[in-house]
T-cell receptor, first 114, second 113 residues
Framework: AQSVTQLDSHVSVSEGTPVLLRCNYS??????LFWYVQHPNKGLQLLLK??????LVKGINGFEAEFKKSETSFHLTKPSAHMSDAAEYFC????????????FGKGTTLSVSS | NAGVTQTPKFQVLKTGQSMTLQCAQD?????MYWYRQDPGMGLRLIYY???????DKGEVPNGYNVSRLNKREFSLRLESAAPSQTSVYFC????????????FGDGTRLSIL
C-alpha cells in the first residue's frame, strides 16, 4: 500500500536562507507525487508534481523537488526563503495503478523569521 | 475565475442536528472529492465521485453521505452531527481520478457542540 511520511512537523528558517522540507514515500507501483501548500484559512494550492518525466521538478514561487527512487524521497527545496513562504506544506502520493485518490502526509509547518 | 466554491465558510451545529455542505466547480472536471482536515492528521478522504452519477467511500466515510447532483456539484451531508465531526472540510476536483492534481476550495469550518 502507498504511504507518505513527512519527516519534520515544523521547520524554521531565516529569510534569505535555503528551505528543505523532507518527504519519503512508499508505493507498490510507479508513483505520482505532489507538493501542496496551505496558507492560513485557505485551501490547498498545488506547488509542483512529479509524474515519471524529469526527476527534478520545478514548481511555482521558486520551489523545486527531486525524485530519488533509490532513496524513496521527494524533498522540497527553495534556495532563498521569503516571508510569504510561511505556510503548511503537504507531500502527497497517488497510486497510478490503482487510481486511488491522493494520500496526504501529515504536513510540515514552515516558519520564516526576518 | 472561481474554481471550487464551498458554502458555507463557517457553521456551528448542536449535536444531533443535520447539515449539508455544498461544493461547486466550474472547471468541467469529472472527479470530485470531500476531505476532512484535523490537526496533525493531514487530509483524510471521506467520499469521492469519480464521475457524474458515481460515488464511493474513502478512508473515513462513517457518519456522512454524499450526492453528486450533476457534473458541477457535489454535496456532503451530516445526518446527525457528533462532536467528533468538528473539523475543516475541503472539497476538491480533478479532471479524472488517479495521478491528476486536485483543485481545492477554501474549506468549511464546522464546529459541533
Amino acid at each position: 500500500a502507498q504511504s507518505v511520511t513527512q519527516l519534520d512537523s515544523h521547520v524554521s528558517v531565516s529569510e534569505g536562507t535555503p528551505v528543505l522540507l523532507r518527504c519519503n514515500y512508499s508505493s507498490s507501483y510507479s508513483p505520482s507525487l505532489f507538493w501542496y501548500v496551505q496558507h492560513p484559512n485557505k485551501g490547498l494550492q498545488l506547488l509542483l508534481k512529479y509524474t515519471s518525466a524529469a526527476t527534478l521538478v520545478k514548481g511555482i514561487n521558486g520551489f523545486e523537488a527531486e525524485f530519488k527512487k533509490s532513496e524513496t524521497s521527494f524533498h522540497l527545496t527553495k534556495p532563498s526563503a521569503h516571508m510569504s513562504d510561511a505556510a503548511e506544506y503537504f507531500c502527497v502520493v497517488s497510486d497510478n495503478q490503482a487510481g486511488t485518490a491522493l494520500i496526504f502526509g501529515k504536513g510540515t509547518t514552515l516558519s520564516v523569521s526576518s | 475565475n472561481a474554481g471550487v466554491t464551498q458554502t458555507p465558510k463557517f457553521q456551528v451545529l448542536k449535536t444531533g442536528q443535520s447539515m449539508t455542505l455544498q461544493c461547486a466547480q466550474d472547471m468541467n472536471h469529472n472527479s470530485m472529492y470531500w476531505y476532512r482536515q484535523d490537526p496533525g492528521m493531514g487530509l483524510r478522504l471521506i467520499y469521492y465521485s469519480a464521475s457524474e452519477g458515481t460515488t464511493d467511500k474513502g478512508e473515513v466515510p462513517n457518519g456522512y453521505n454524499v450526492s453528486r447532483l450533476n457534473k458541477r456539484e457535489f454535496s456532503l451531508r451530516l445526518e446527525s452531527a457528533a462532536p467528533s465531526q468538528t473539523s475543516v472540510y475541503f472539497c476538491a476536483s480533478s479532471e479524472r481520478r488517479g495521478n491528476q492534481p486536485q483543485h481545492f476550495g477554501d474549506g468549511t469550518r464546522l464546529s459541533i457542540l
